[in-house]
């Protein structure tokens, strides 16, 4: 059956801390991997990787696939309160548009 | 450029009853895929509409159904509610049926009492 595992599930930080977290996946013909930030409702889209090896950097947020390990993180330098909320992992599989979420990291940041 | 949008936002009925939703994809997206979190969880799949058929179907029974339009909106509905159906009901927009980025609706937020 394929899965996806995210850890921690939940983490506190203070304000200018870096945080990594991981997403690691079991799924048939692998496509993509997909991570979202879910503050109130609405998942938003963050980065979508599909090769091993090369770094999605948007500001202060970068993730990084490796397909053979079958894992991603995604690393928050410097965070703010801002940046707390659920981050979500998902993976597509090949030829369908269904997406396969981890349980999410619920992320606090502490002024 | 509109984003995908949802109705209602939240939604209280009881045990037994039908409840229909609704979801308006991104502009220039084709595809809409329909998605169920409870709470303190991931989303989980429930359906994906493609040229107004259903493509693809998770493991939810056949009280959920859904449909879509010829301008790519869709519904969709639950019937026979149960306490366990309360969720946040995401729908998701792309491209194409393997299209790369989902976009997210802001939910309906389904409670059943």
């Known amino acids: 059956e394929d899965k996806v595992v995210q850890s921690p599930l939940s983490l506190v930080v203070h304000e200018g801390d870096t945080v990594t977290l991981n997403c690691s996946y079991e799924?048939?013909?692998?496509?993509?991997l997909l991570w979202y930030k879910q503050e109130k409702k609405a998942p938003t889209f963050l980065f979508m990787l599909t090769s091993s090896g090369i770094e999605k950097k948007s500001g202060r947020l970068s993730s990084i696939l490796d397909k053979k390990e079958l894992f991603s993180i995604l690393n928050i330098t410097a965070t703010q309160t801002g940046d707390s909320a659920i981050y979500l992992c998902a993976v597509k599989s090949s030829n369908t548009g269904k997406l396969i979420f981890g349980q999410g990291t619920t992320l606090q940041v502490k002024p | 450029d509109a984003g995908v949008t949802q109705s209602p936002t939240h939604l209280i009925k009881t045990r037994g009853q039908q409840v229909t939703l609704r979801c308006s994809p991104k502009s220039g997206h084709d595809t809409v895929s329909w998605y169920q979190q409870a709470l303190g969880q991931g989303p989980q799949f429930i359906f994906q509409?493609?040229?107004?058929?259903?493509?693809q179907r998770g493991n939810f029974p056949d009280r959920f159904s859904g449909h879509q339009f010829p301008n790519y909106s869709s519904e969709l509905n639950v019937n026979a509610l149960l306490l366990g159906d309360s969720a946040l009901y995401l729908c998701?927009?792309?491209?194409?049926?393997?299209?790369?980025?989902?976009?997210f609706g802001p939910g309906t937020r389904l409670t059943v009492t």
């Open positions: 799924v048939t013909n692998f496509r993509s």
């Open positions: 509409y493609y040229e107004e058929e259903e493509r």
């Open positions: 998701a927009s792309s491209l194409g049926l393997a299209g790369g980025e989902q976009y």
